[in-house]
């Protein structure tokens, strides 16, 4: 089996491991929380670069509803245009699979013990793990291709991350839920995202569209076609296609939906059915049955929408996967870049 379908395969146990991991690792995040609700600490600042970036969405919206005031920014706009935004009274998330992303350690070079930072990573021996005031370790494993386990792995971190910071504990069980449901549904996804391989190989670009929660899995799923097979698709959320996007669809253009959770999904719904009524090839990632003309891929019902992301993007790997074999690409594989981003 390809490198990158392996991997893909490999994230239940990646994230079993991790969710095992995640309770004893807890204690300096305690510490952060109660200067959270005391004053010292007055805001949180969520970043990365790339799917580590986009991973952190979800935490931030937890997070508001936590009542905590956060913000995500990109580590390069933090880095280059919006240091001003982060003081002593600032805790900065930093999220890098590899902890040693070009951006990440520039940023920890800036900030020199001045601000507490809690960075999650898969390395205990990175810039990021040692120079973090907290440092939380995935345990997603050795990873070649593009990012699969390291990515959900980030997702369950941060959101066991989140609660305790909110004042509350991790939801270990929510979380291995997902590995659970990544484990019965991966036949059925590759089955049905076979389907929408054949319906959308030959389409100019790709749409990967999503709300709230499902809006990392929107721009990762996005960035994973565009790394693993090379075809042009662009993320964004869905709210934003009918301020513009949409003028440009027709039947050269493809577009996967991510459904998400009430009571944004009827929206969802609404946008993906007026999608294939102007001759879009659609998808969509849901619990229901899809509407007439579009391709379902299944999701069970019933997941916490904060860890529904971790499941949901599954579809959108194996897609990335899929779509590079029927184009000639090795899935997963490299040309330009390299695992570990080192130039800005």
């Not at 839920?177 to 190989?201: F, K, R, S, Y």
């Not at 102007?278 to 379902?296: E, Q, S």
């Not at 779509?323 to 870049?337: E, I, Q």
Request: neutral net charge; proline residues 6%; aromatic residues 4%.
């Amino acid at each position: 089996m390809n490198g990158f379908l392996s991997e893909i395969g490999e994230q239940p146990t990646a994230l079993r491991a991790t969710c095992d991991a995640l309770p004893a690792q807890m204690g300096g995040v305690r510490d952060l929380s109660d200067q959270l609700r005391s004053g010292p600490i007055r805001r949180v600042i969520l970043s990365g670069m790339g799917a580590s970036f986009f991973a952190t969405h979800p935490a931030q919206q937890m997070l508001i509803r936590f009542g905590v005031v956060a913000h995500c920014v990109e580590a390069s706009d933090l880095l280059y245009y919006q240091h001003g935004l982060f003081d002593a009274r600032t805790l900065l998330v930093l999220v890098s699979q590899s902890g040693r992303s070009v951006e990440i350690v520039k940023l920890l070079e800036m900030v020199a013990k001045r601000v507490p930072v809690l960075g999650i990573s898969n390395s205990d021996d990175s810039p990021l793990a040692q120079r973090s005031t907290v440092h939380v370790r995935i345990h997603a494993g050795a990873e070649a291709t593009v990012s699969s386990k390291t990515y959900t792995c980030t997702l369950a971190a941060l959101h066991a991350v989140t609660r305790v910071l909110g004042g509350g504990t991790p939801d270990i069980a929510a979380l291995t839920g997902a590995a659970d449901t990544i484990e019965a549904n991966l036949p059925a996804w590759n089955t049905a995202v076979g389907a929408v391989v054949e319906q959308m190989h030959d389409a100019q670009s790709i749409l990967v569209l999503g709300r709230g929660a499902s809006l990392a899995s929107a721009l990762t799923g996005a960035l994973i076609v565009k790394e693993s097979a090379k075809f042009p698709a662009e993320g964004m959320n869905a709210a934003q296609v009918r301020h513009g996007p949409i003028e440009m669809v027709d039947g050269r253009i493809g577009a996967v939906l991510f459904a998400g959770s009430d009571p944004q999904r009827a929206l969802t719904l609404a946008l993906a059915r007026d999608l294939h009524g102007y001759g879009a090839r659609v998808a969509l990632v849901d619990h229901a049955p899809a509407p007439n003309g579009i391709v379902g891929i299944p999701l069970p019902a019933g997941l916490d929408p904060f860890v529904q992301p971790i499941a949901e993007i599954v579809p959108m790997q194996v897609f990335g996967a899929l779509l590079a074999a029927k184009r000639g690409y090795t899935p997963g594989a490299f040309r330009y870049s390299n695992k570990v981003t080192t130039a800005e």
